[in-house]
């Protein structure tokens, strides 16, 4: 075998590991599946994808994710469920700890761009003990070029080993596993999870750090752009279909998942897809389907019997059966994945209630206040013991990955939507229920769905009749083309009036009890956007 390194001048030294194992650097993909296939760590697939186990970790574990508090975040983090504490000494112990364990081992690292703006880029090293983890790297960040690697200049490093694991008792985390962001050291600590999404959302939450002090607002969110440079993006919880309705043959993709706002236009932050693969068919996801090819990592997924062909209904392993790809096993793409100010941004929930209109045009102020709240719903029968509709309330469609206040990329939103020329419109898409909540009502339709959003595109709107809803306030069409006028107020479609006013009212209700804990940090703008309860 040979394997291409590019070893840059600056080393594992800049970090304190002074590693005498083997280091590869940089290696190229086909060289990580071979050392992956060979360690035994994955196997090849039909499709020339390489499958691999994350072991005992299938998911993110927020509640094992710390923030090392200190003089630099002690006022500036957002403390509490989302952002725990860590003290430095325990940090440093830690960290003396991995340093020691890694001196032996066979390391893998790269270097690579978080960013795809020069202007506010990161310069990230990863180090791997494990060879397709570093290769996710590759699929997952920004691949500089050849010549630049050399004279590579690290800003932050990402040091992530599955077989060390912390010391509850003696190391102050919760267990074994963890992930810990040092602001001020500028590294990242992943143990006890092979976990690759750990890696991922760990620089996205340094870049939602990082960025808004720039004056760029991130975001969770996928992004396009039409035939005239108009930006769209998405915003959206999961289950809402923020991956389908991004992918639009019309459009091209700028990205699917994190993004920043610059006074120029929209920037992707990575270079490749970490896409849901459960249930996946070349009907319903063409795109996704097909970039799981060679370079393209699955993870936990099983094949059918006798056979190396991935089995996509499988839910065996895990129910969040994942795949990476560079983003350039899409065909449809921007390059670079940059585009100009947003001309539409869409806020997509699944209402499980059925009471949010199917589209609906949002003010400044409600779009803070939307923005803030993140609502989506679990529908009922998906979970032991949920018998109705759940509100799900994700701040900035985001929280967990949020260490400012979130009322603070709320204003952010505010600002940029008053400086964008010619102005951005703000949409409200409901992909839930109409006719009724859940169990009575229906689903709306896709069709009408993909209708609405290319209706806001294509400026359709723009001159139609708007009613307004007297419970959110929300600005509905009367008329939409390609869809049929009765859909477009949801009170029109419940059979039972007053069982859709008492329905509309609980989910006000919610939404106010969900924004409580954050008014006392937010302006009278947003707080003026909040649903009414009416009297009666």
Known sequence: MSFT?????????SIGLTNTGKQ???LSPASLVEHSILKGEGVLTDNGALLV???????????DKFIVRDVNTENTIWWGDVNHPIEVEKYERILAKMQ?????KELYIRDVYAGADPNYRLNVRVVNTLPWANMFVNN????????????????WTVIAARGFQANPVTDGTRQENFAMINFTRKIILIGGSGYTGEIKKGIFTVMNYVLPMEGVLSMHCSANVGRKSDTAIFFGLSGTGKTTLSADPERKLIGDDEHGWTKDGVFNFEGGCYAKTIDLTPEKEP???HAIKHGAIVENMNFYPDSRRLNYKDDSITQN???????HHIENIMKPSMGETPKNIFFLTCDAFGVLPPISRLSVPQAMYQFVSGYT????????????????????????????????????????????????????INTGWTGGPYGVGSRIKLKFTRAMITAALNGWLEGVEYITDPVFNLSMPTSVPNVPNEVLNPRNTWADKGAYDKKAQELARLFNDNFAQYSDFANEEIKAAAPKILAG
């Not at 020691?100 to 032996?104: F, P």
């Not at 059966?321 to 983003?327: E, K, L, T």
């Open 377 to 428: 719903a679990k529908i009922a029968g998906t979970e032991e013991g949920i018998d109705e509709p759940v509100a799900v309330f994700s701040s900035c469609f985001g929280e967990p990955f949020l260490p400012l206040h979130p009322t603070k990329y709320a204003e952010m939103l505010g600002e940029k939507l008053n400086e964008a020329e010619n102005g951005a419109h703000v949409w409200l």
């Open 5 to 13: 390194e590019i070893i840059p001048k600056i080393g594992l030294e």
């Open 100 to 104: 020691s364990y890694l001196q032996e």
């Open 24 to 26: 590869w650097w940089n």
């Open 140 to 155: 997952m960040f920004i691949r500089p070029e050849r010549e630049d690697l050399e004279n590579f200049k690290p800003e």
């Open 287 to 289: 795109d996704i389907y």
């Open 321 to 327: 059966i994942r795949v990476s790809y560079p983003i």
């Open 53 to 63: 186990s994350t072991g005992k970790f299938t998911g993110r574990s927020p509640k």
